[in-house]
C-alpha cells in the first residue's frame, strides 16, 4: 500500500563487473523522468513519487493506460517520461515533463493531449496477492516481462547481463535523452528507500536544497544561488551555483520572492576564501524547493568550485537531498600520487 519509497542507487565511476553467479548483474539504460510506483487496484490507480506524493492528478493519460495495460492488481516501479520527436528522431524532453506538474486541470490535461507521458517499467513488487520485494530481481524481472505488455503507453525497460553492452548504452543511448546505466544485483531483494542499485551517470550531479540566494554585486538580481544538503536532521551549505545571464538574475530574483523567510530577513555569510573583502549576506528561504546541479568534486562537506545550475526538481523532496546520493571518491595517500610513492 502506498507510500512506499522506492529503491535507490549509489554513485559509481564504473559498472561492476559480472565476476561469480553469486555476485552477477543486470544492466538497464538510467530513464531521465519521474522516479514512480504505480499502484494499481481494479480501477483505483495512485501514482506515487519518491517523496511519497500521488503524482496521478497531473498525468491522467499514464492512469487510465495503467487500467488499460497493467495487471488488475500490483505495483509496479518505473519511470515517467515525455517523449518528443523532432526530424524523425525520438527522444526524451524534460522540459516538457516538467511543465505537467502545474496547478490548472485544464492546462493538464492540454498537455496530457498535446505532449502525452509514457511509462517505463523496470522492476515489479507486487503481483495479484504477492509481495515480491523478498524475490531476486531475476525472478522480479521475468514476472515483470510476463505481465507488463508493449505498450502504447507502459513498457519495460531493456536489460542486459553484458557489461561491454551496457557500456555501449552508456556511450550511445546519451543522444536519446538517457543519463547513464544502472546495475541491480540478480540476487538481490527488493529494498524500499535503501541505496541497492549502482549508477553510472554521464556527469556528477547532485539535487540540492534551495536554502537562500545573494544579490549580484550590481543590485540587479540574483547573483548566486545558496546549496544545501542534509546530513541527518541538519541542512548544510555545501556551496553555490551562479553565472547567470542578467535576464536570468532578474527573473530568478522575482521568482523566489514568496519562498523568502521574511522581508527584512538577511542572514551573515562566510567570507570567499578569494575575495575577504565584500558583503557576503544573503537572503533566507524556506527549503521547499530542489535543484538539480553539476560539480567537480567534493572537499570535504563542500562542493571544491562553484556548481552549475542544470534544472529545478519539482519530483524530489527537499529531504531527499542528502550526502548518500553522492559519489564518494577513493581514499588515497597524498605519497601515492607523489613521484617516488607508493
Given at each position: ?61 499514464v492512469v487510465d493506460a495503467a487500467r488499460a495495460e497493467l495487471p488488475a492488481r500490483c505495483v509496479v516501479d518505473g519511470e515517467i517520461v515525455v517523449p518528443k520527436t523532432v ?114 551517470k554521464h556527469a556528477r550531479t547532485a539535487d540540492c536544497v534551495l536554502m537562500g540566494y545573494r544579490l549580484h554585486k550590481n543590485g540587479q538580481g540574483v547573483g548566486s544561488l ?117
Open positions: 500500500m502506498p507510500p512506499l519509497q522506492p529503491m535507490l542507487a549509489k554513485a559509481a565511476q564504473a559498472v561492476p563487473a559480472q565476476s561469480t553467479p553469486r555476485d552477477a548483474w543486470s544492466y538497464e539504460p538510467k530513464w531521465d523522468g519521474f522516479r514512480s510506483l504505480v499502484f494499481r487496484d481494479g480501477d483505483e490507480v495512485v501514482i506515487g513519487s519518491r517523496g511519497g506524493k500521488d503524482l496521478a492528478r497531473y498525468f491522467p493519460e526530424d524523425g528522431t525520438t527522444r526524451l524532453a524534460w522540459e516538457l515533463l516538467s511543465e505537467r506538474i502545474h496547478p490548472a486541470a485544464s492546462r493538464i490535461r492540454m498537455l496530457a493531449e498535446s505532449t502525452p507521458a509514457q511509462f517505463v517499467a523496470f522492476d515489479l513488487i507486487a503481483s495479484g496477492d504477492a509481495d515480491l520485494t523478498a524475490e531476486p530481481f531475476e525472478r522480479r524481472r521475468a514476472l515483470l516481462l510476463d505481465t507488463v505488455g508493449t505498450g502504447p503507453v507502459c513498457h519495460v525497460t531493456a536489460a542486459t547481463r553484458d557489461s561491454d553492452l551496457a557500456m555501449t548504452w552508456f556511450e550511445t543511448f546519451e543522444g536519446a535523452g538517457l543519463d547513464g546505466v544502472v546495475a541491480k544485483r540478480l540476487d538481490g531483494p527488493y529494498v524500499p528507500g535503501k541505496r541497492e542499485m549502482v549508477k553510472l545558496l546549496l544545501g544538503l542534509y546530513s541527518g536532521e541538519q541542512l548544510v551549505m555545501v556551496g553555490a551555483a551562479s553565472a547567470f545571464t542578467d535576464k536570468r538574475r532578474r527573473e530568478l530574483l522575482a521568482e523566489l520572492q514568496p519562498l523568502r523567510v521574511g522581508d527584512d530577513v538577511v542572514a551573515a555569510g562566510e567570507p570567499s576564501r578569494w575575495r575577504a573583502a565584500g558583503d557576503h549576506s544573503w537572503v533566507p528561504l524556506r527549503p521547499e524547493r530542489v535543484l538539480e546541479v553539476a560539480y567537480d568534486q567534493m572537499e570535504g562537506m563542500r562542493f571544491r568550485h562553484s556548481a552549475r545550475f542544470l534544472r529545478w526538481r519539482p519530483d524530489r523532496n527537499p529531504d531527499e537531498c542528502t550526502y548518500d546520493q553522492l559519489e564518494v571518491p577513493v581514499r588515497y595517500d597524498l605519497a601515492d600520487v607523489l613521484a617516488g610513492g607508493g
